[in-house]
């Protein structure tokens, strides 16, 4: 068996470096005179879609709170009356007042104030398909979850808080596991279908690079659906990326790959460099990555078996130091996750069927045990030393054994915290 080659060699990583410094100047370039033609006048008139909405009381004034995404990808907060109708994925039209903003509050997010303008009635494909899944279920609750899941609609407040407490937001939260999930369940829809006709017609193409187009195909249709949240560009880059490699005969499972999936992402949309659910998603890939790297020679069934277990003790300090949600169900997450692969692409089938009521019960239960969780906070020290060690673990494989006591210890302290 021929062995795969690396991604780069020694003398390969400077010239790499000058060319993520040109295309990043270039993206650069591009984000600044877009920021100028929006900051040009006091007020500037935008079509953006509304992700979240929530009331806030300050100084005894209540008030809505929305978080908005205009049509190029701005994101931005703003505020409208009390009485202000639910208006989650619609589309408004607003004049806002844009000329103090800052070139880095333009990169990161920003407040502005704003004058709604119009709210558009017309449903949208996303509102249909939220509508469609409402239909299926009487709890409100659930069918949030099911939005969540399907259309990246934002989770109620209440909801986040347990599913936070019980270490499964990330399952909620569309990213990269989900994309695993659906393009493998298109591949062994469509390989039969495609293997069918390949007999018969076409038996000199080359199947794999064929179902791969059109699985990528499908995703990429899926991902401007959901208005291409971070984590999910990053999911679709690697496999992109991780295709072509593998393709030309380069090793994949690399923190070369990694890296090079975040750096391209990063020198093409500098604005992702902001962004949470990016860096998390991409700690998740790391661990996963460091995991196969260190214990290739582990048989596929324990690699099943340990990677959810070493990717949830890993990720713990992450998830202590941001949310500080935890509960005695909370390590539960590790089979949820599990369990998790099969049940989000039968709920699929199932809401497309008109039977997606069929775990209601299940979920609502579920639900209930996240109404236990406590708080436990975690310094940003320990986190930043946590962090230090995973990237001495890339090197020296001792420091694997110190992180994984160290991961461990923090476990035990949230456990003490709650009992």
């Known amino acids: 068996m021929i062995d795969r080659v690396p ?74 009356k009390k009485l202000f109708p639910i208006s989650i994925g619609k589309t408004l039209r607003l004049e806002i007042w844009a000329g103090n903003i800052s070139f880095y509050e333009y990169l990161t997010g920003f407040y502005a104030y704003s004058k709604i303008r119009h709210i558009d009635t017309d449903k949208t494909i996303k509102q249909r398909v939220n509508s469609f899944v409402s239909t299926q279920h009487t709890n409100p609750n659930i069918t949030n979850i099911y939005q969540a899941l399907f259309s990246a609609t934002s989770l109620k407040p209440a909801l986040q808080v347990s599913f936070s407490n019980l270490g499964v937001s ?75 490699l593998y393709d030309r005969g380069i090793k994949i499972i690399s923190m070369q790959t990694l890296l090079l999936s975040v750096v391209l992402l990063l020198v093409l949309f500098p604005k992702l460099c902001f962004t949470l659910g990016l860096w998390l998603s ?95 906070i975690l310094s940003y020290k320990v986190l930043i030393t946590h962090i230090a060690l995973s990237f001495l673990s890339v090197y020296k494989k001792i420091f694997i054994y110190l992180l994984l006591i160290f991961s461990f210890f923090i476990f035990i302290y949230a456990v003490n915290q709650i009992t």
Request: a positive charge; aromatic letters at 20%.
């Open 170 to 244: 990330h399952l909620l939260a569309i990213s990269g596991f989900h994309l695993g999930v659906l393009s493998a369940l298109i591949f062994f829809l469509l390989k039969p279908i495609y293997t069918f006709f390949q007999n018969r017609y076409f038996p000199y193409r080359n199947s794999k690079a064929d179902l791969f187009m059109i699985v990528t195909l499908f995703l990429l249709s899926y991902l401007i659906f959901l208005d291409n949240p971070p984590s999910l560009i990053r999911a679709f880059s690697m496999l992109v990326v991780g295709f072509v």
């Open 282 to 376: 991409v700690s998740g890939v790391f661990y996963i990555f460091l995991f196969l790297v260190h214990f290739k020679e582990l048989s596929k069934i324990w690699q099943f078996i340990l990677i959810p277990i070493w990717v949830y003790l890993l990720m713990l300090p992450f998830s202590l130091t941001l949310f500080s949600n935890f509960s005695i169900y909370h390590p539960l997450s590790i089979i949820s996750t599990l369990m998790f692969s099969v049940f989000y692409p039968v709920s699929i089938l199932l809401h497309i069927f008109g039977f997606g009521n069929l775990f209601d019960k299940l979920l609502e239960g579920f639900i209930s045990l996240g109404d236990n969780g406590q708080t436990v």
């Open 7 to 80: 991604l780069f060699y020694r003398r390969d990583y400077l010239s790499f470096l000058v060319l993520c410094l040109v295309i990043l100047s270039y993206s650069l370039l591009i984000e600044y005179n877009e920021y100028k033609s929006f900051t040009r006048f006091d007020t500037q008139l935008v079509k953006a879609t509304v992700l979240k909405q929530y009331e806030k009381t300050r100084a005894s004034k209540t008030y809505q709170v929305l978080k908005l995404k205009s049509a190029n990808g701005l994101s931005f907060y703003s505020s409208a």
